[in-house]
């Protein structure tokens, strides 16, 4: 958690909300070479998610607000 905490004060120096989100979801799913399958939410793709207390889009901090975590489909924490 203290490294992204680390990461996420680092890209708002420099980055909006909206593009923070963008690099961690759908730029990190192409940087693995594996945007085919994570990334955005899709059919087809992973049903890995998470769920967060806050939104992201507002205030990037809000990315370190884990309400629930979404793994193949299935709730591993949270509700």
Excluded: C, H, W, Y
Excluded at 34 to 59: S, Y
């Amino acid at each position: 958690r203290d490294t992204l905490a680390d990461e996420l004060r680092a890209l708002q120096l420099v980055f909006s909300p909206k593009d923070i989100v963008t690099i961690l979801t759908r730029n990190a799913g192409i940087a693995a070479i594996k945007a085919d399958q994570l990334g955005t939410l899709e059919v087809g793709k992973f049903a890995d998610m998470v769920v967060l207390d806050g939104d992201p889009l507002a205030n990037a901090g809000n990315l370190l607000n884990v309400a629930m975590v979404i793994k193949n489909g299935e709730v591993v924490k949270g509700q």
